[in-house]
C-alpha cells in the first residue's frame, strides 16, 4: 500500500511538473502578444509583465492543486479505469485490490517521463510564439502604430493641470516656458521698465533734484586755503608711514 501511495505521488509530481512547463511556454505567449498590443498602440511596455504575472500564477496555482486522475488515465489509455479503481479503495486491503495495484505498479515502471509531456501541444505553441515574434520585430523595424495613446495621456495631464490646478492664477504664456525663460523674461521687463521710466522723466528734472555741489566746479580740496591743504597732506602722509 505505501509502495503504491508514492506511485501516486510520483505521478502527480511528474504531471505537474510537465503542466508547469507549458504554463510557462503559455506564459512567454502572452507576453508577446501584450507586448505587440500595446507597441501598436504605443502604450507603456513596460508594464506588460504586470498581467503575464498574474497569468502564471493563476495557471501555476491550478495545476498544482489538480490531482485528476482522469486526465492520466486519458494521457494513458493503458491506465484507463484501473488507476482511479485502485485510488478509490485505498481504505480497502483485500487480494483483488493488492493485485490491481501490484499491476497498476508494474505499468507506471515501464512507462517513461516523457510520456506526460504533450510534445505535439509544445511544438503548436512555440509555433505561435516564434509567429508573435516575428510580428514584433517588424513592428519595431517598421514602427507601425495604429494610435499614440502615451502622447494622448500626457496631454491630457497637461491640459487638467493648467485647468484644475493652475486655475487661471499663472498666464498661458508662462506654462509653456522652463523656469530659466521665466527669469530672463523678468529680468527683461524690469530693464524695460527702468527704460521706460528714463524716458518719461525729463533730464532737467533730474539735475534739479540733485544737490548744488555736484554740479560745482571746484572740488572740496580746492575750497580750503593753501595752507590747511599742506598741513592735511602732511597729516596723511605721517600717518601712512605708521
Same mark, same amino acid.
Given at each position: ?17 510537465? %503542466?508547469?512547463?507549458?504554463?510557462? *511556454? ?22 506588460? +509583465?504586470?498581467? *503575464? /504575472? ?8 491550478? *495545476? ?26 485505498? %481504505?480497502? !486491503? ?23 509531456? !504533450? ?21 519595431? *523595424?517598421? !514602427?507601425? %502604430? ?6 494622448? +495621456? ?45 524716458? %518719461? ?22 575750497? /580750503?586755503?593753501?595752507?590747511?591743504? +599742506? ?9 601712512? !608711514?605708521?
Amino acid at each position: 500500500m505505501d509502495e503504491f501511495r508514492r506511485a501516486l505521488r510520483e505521478i502527480y509530481t511528474v504531471r505537474a511538473i510537465a %503542466q508547469l512547463f507549458l504554463v510557462i *511556454v503559455e506564459g512567454i505567449f502572452v507576453f508577446l502578444v501584450i507586448y505587440l498590443f500595446l507597441s501598436l498602440i504605443n502604450l507603456y511596455r513596460e508594464f506588460t +509583465i504586470i498581467p *503575464v /504575472l498574474f497569468f502564471i500564477a493563476y495557471r501555476a496555482w491550478r *495545476v498544482v492543486t489538480r490531482k485528476d486522475l482522469k486526465e492520466v488515465e486519458k494521457e494513458h489509455p493503458e491506465l484507463s479505469e484501473r488507476l482511479r479503481t485502485a485510488a478509490d479503495t485505498m %481504505q480497502h !486491503n483485500n487480494f483483488i485490490v493488492m493485485k490491481l495495484r501490484l499491476s497498476i505498479i508494474k505499468t507506471l515502471r515501464s512507462m517513461k517521463v516523457s510520456s506526460f509531456f !504533450n510534445f505535439k501541444e509544445l511544438m503548436k505553441k512555440l509555433g505561435y510564439i516564434t509567429g508573435v515574434s516575428f510580428v514584433i520585430i517588424m513592428v519595431g *523595424v517598421y !514602427n507601425i %502604430q495604429i494610435i499614440d495613446m502615451e502622447g494622448l +495621456i500626457e496631454k491630457g495631464l497637461i491640459t487638467s493641470l493648467r485647468e484644475k490646478l493652475l486655475k487661471g492664477h499663472i498666464a498661458d504664456s508662462l506654462l509653456g516656458n522652463s523656469i530659466d525663460n521665466i527669469n530672463d523674461e523678468f529680468a527683461l521687463n524690469n530693464l524695460n521698465n527702468v527704460n521706460a521710466l528714463r524716458l %518719461q522723466i525729463p533730464q532737467e528734472s533730474l539735475a534739479e533734484d540733485l544737490p548744488e555741489d555736484i554740479f560745482g566746479g571746484k572740488s572740496f580740496e580746492e575750497t /580750503l586755503p593753501k595752507k590747511k591743504r +599742506i598741513y592735511i597732506r602732511n597729516y596723511f602722509s605721517k600717518v601712512r !608711514n605708521y
